[in-house]
């Protein structure tokens, strides 16, 4: 995740992105375009359908929103076609992902790229508002610490409904996120006995994942 690349091309035993499983949904439509992978476009991937996609469409999903996020483009199509790269070239089926406006780059691109969290922080929705404008993760905004994770471990950011909305290096351990949690940042030295971070995630240490849905619209994603 540390390097550079234009394009990103995933093989699969099927030729894209389809609004639901194909093998199990007869109705389910091609997508030939996202513009950015959201919660919504998470949940059409389904879960694992072959043995030749061990991980599953939500793997390869996983891997597009780092890939996009720091600027790489991604195509998902069929691999069990002849030559695969060129029938891409030869403009057969297979969905495009469009790489973000603006990508984050180096060091946030590692910390967005930690595919297991080691953690989860649920947070209030002025924590949300918070994140969005560029601001750190103060312990008052956390609702809700989750998981075994060290300080300096990779911590996904719940919104209050369980969407993930940014990945961010934790300034403390689990236990101490646990007692913290909620807390003012002039209580912070009281509670733990010693001088701490006044964040639990600062902002230089934090990547936004999603700051809103897209919608399906005709077979295009926007």
Do not use: C
């Not at 091609?30 to 879960?47: C, K, L, N, S």
């Not at 199509?77 to 695969?84: A, D, E, K, N, V």
């Amino acid at each position: 995740t540390m390097m550079g690349a234009d394009l990103l091309v995933l093989l699969s035993d099927i030729d894209g992105l389809y609004t639901a499983p194909p093998a199990r949904d007869l109705q389910a439509r091609f997508i030939p375009v996202v513009d950015r992978i959201t919660p919504d476009i998470e949940a059409m991937a389904g879960a694992a359908a072959s043995e030749l996609s061990r991980g599953g469409m939500r793997t390869k999903l996983d891997a597009g929103k780092i890939a996009t996020a720091a600027g790489t483009a991604m195509i998902i199509t069929s691999g069990t076609r002849l030559s695969p790269l060129l029938a891409i070239e030869r403009g057969e089926r297979a969905t495009f992902f469009r790489p973000s406006a603006n990508p984050v780059k180096g060091y946030k691109t590692w910390i967005a790229g930690q595919l297991e969290p080691a953690g989860r922080l649920t947070v209030d929705a002025g924590a949300i508002g918070a994140l969005l404008s560029g601001k750190s993760l103060l312990p008052a905004g956390v609702k809700l610490v989750s998981g075994n994770f060290a300080r300096g471990d990779t911590v996904a950011i719940l919104s209050p409904e369980g969407r993930e909305i940014a990945r961010g290096l934790v300034a403390y351990d689990a236990a101490d996120a646990v007692r913290i949690a909620g807390l003012k940042t002039t209580e912070i030295e009281t509670v733990l006995g010693y001088e701490a971070r006044s964040a639990m995630i600062h902002r230089d240490d934090l990547v936004v994942s999603h700051a809103g849905g897209e919608q399906v619209v005709g077979d295009q994603v926007t």
